[in-house]
Structure formats: structure tokens, C-alpha cells
């Protein structure tokens, strides 16, 4: 069955420094992997996502992650963060049928 | 289109009382899901539709939960005899194809409150 770990519940940085979200997964099979972002008492916006091919993933709102296959990583990454990136951050694998979710990183972004 | 709408955006109700919620996906989505988010987790399957049938339910989706999608468009949610660990916000999503291609469509959610 599939899953998915983010080892950080809470990241803080500060505006326009780097950020990078770590997401770790374990799937049978070729993974089929996504992030998601929620601000508070929305849904959630698909950010981006990765089937195969180039192993660098570009997303919306200057994103990006790149898939290991090595290291069962996919990895969230923002060269510089700004103070509305502020939101939950989920990583999530998906198959046919359905998508599993982790438990979400928290991000506080400080002036 | 305007995505995927929920309705209500928050409910508040009673112990033992039944509550409905509404979901109305995008209309060339033929597939339909529902899941729930307690606070600090993650959004957790509950089942879902391809078109009007019922797919799959988790088992977390317990005999008091009953979920419908009539006629393959909009879908409902029903708790019978709510209670305090039914507090959490519902999510509707809705897909074109297989979730592996496609990914999700969400609603804003409805939040459920239990007192």
C-alpha cells in the first residue's frame, strides 16, 4: 500500500529566503506524486505534479521538486519564499483509484 | 466552470443528530471523491465515484456514514447520529480520468463541528 512521510510538521523562514519541503514515500510501484498547498479553511490547490520523464518538476507560484527515485524522495523546493506562501503543504502519492496523503508541513514565513 | 463547489462551508450541529452535506464536482469530471481532515493531518480517503457507482469505501466510512451521486453529477454525504470525533472538515474532489494522470480537483471544504 502506499504512503507518505514529511518528516517537518512546522518550518519557519524568512521572506525571500530558499525553502525546500521534504516528502518521502513508499509505493510498489512507479509513483505518481503531487503537491498540494492549503491556506486555512480552503481546499487544497494542486501545486504540482510528477508521472515520469524529467525527474525536475516545474509548478505554479515559482515551485518546484524533484523526484530520487534512490532516495523515495520527492522534495519541494523555492529558490525564494514570499510572505503569501505562508500554508499547509501537502505531499500526497496517488494510484488508479485514489491518492494518500501525508500529514502536511506547516509553513510561517517571517518578514 | 466554476470548480468544485460545497455546500454548506461550515455546519454546526448537535451530538446524535444527522447532518447532509452537498458536493458538486466539475461537470466533465466523472470521478468523484470525498475525504476527511481533522486538524494538523492530512486529508484521509473515504470513498469514492465513477459516475454514479460507488466504488470504493474506506473503512474508516463507518455504517453511521452513507455517501450518493444520484445521477453521476452532483454527490451527497450523510452522518447519521453525528458525534464529537465527526468534528472535521469534509473534502470533495473531483477528476477527469484516473487520479495517477490527472490528479484531484478540490472543494473549499465543509467544516463539520460536533456539540
Known amino acids: 500500500a502506499q504512503s507518505v512521510t514529511q518528516p517537518d510538521i512546522h518550518i519557519t523562514v524568512s521572506e525571500g529566503a530558499s525553502l525546500e519541503l521534504r516528502c518521502n514515500y513508499s509505493y510498489g510501484a512507479t509513483p505518481y506524486l503531487f503537491w498540494y498547498v492549503q491556506s486555512p479553511g480552503q481546499g487544497l490547490q494542486l501545486l504540482l505534479k510528477y508521472f515520469s520523464g524529467d525527474t525536475l518538476v516545474q509548478g505554479i507560484k515559482g515551485f518546484e521538486a524533484e523526484f530520487k527515485r534512490s532516495q523515495s524522495s520527492f522534495n519541494l523546493r523555492k529558490p525564494s519564499v514570499h510572505w503569501s506562501d505562508a500554508a499547509e503543504y501537502f505531499c500526497?502519492?496517488?494510484?488508479?483509484?485514489?491518492?494518500?496523503f501525508g500529514a502536511g508541513t506547516r509553513l510561517t514565513v517571517k518578514p | 466552470d466554476t470548480g468544485v463547489s460545497q455546500d454548506p462551508r461550515h455546519k454546526i450541529t448537535k451530538r446524535g443528530q444527522n447532518v447532509t452535506f452537498r458536493c458538486d464536482p466539475i461537470s466533465e469530471h466523472n470521478r468523484l471523491y470525498w475525504y476527511r481532515q481533522t486538524l494538523g493531518q492530512g486529508p484521509e480517503f473515504l470513498t469514492y465515484f465513477q459516475n454514479e457507482a460507488q466504488l470504493e469505501k474506506s473503512r474508516l466510512l463507518s455504517d453511521r456514514f452513507s455517501a450518493e451521486r444520484p445521477k453521476g453529477s452532483f454527490s451527497t454525504l450523510e452522518i447519521q447520529r453525528t458525534e464529537q470525533g465527526d468534528s472535521a472538515m469534509y473534502l470533495c474532489a473531483s477528476s477527469l480520468g484516473t487520479v495517477s494522470f490527472y490528479g484531484y480537483t478540490f472543494g473549499s471544504g465543509t467544516r463539520l463541528t460536533v456539540v
Open positions: 500526497a502519492v496517488g494510484a488508479n483509484n485514489d491518492m494518500r
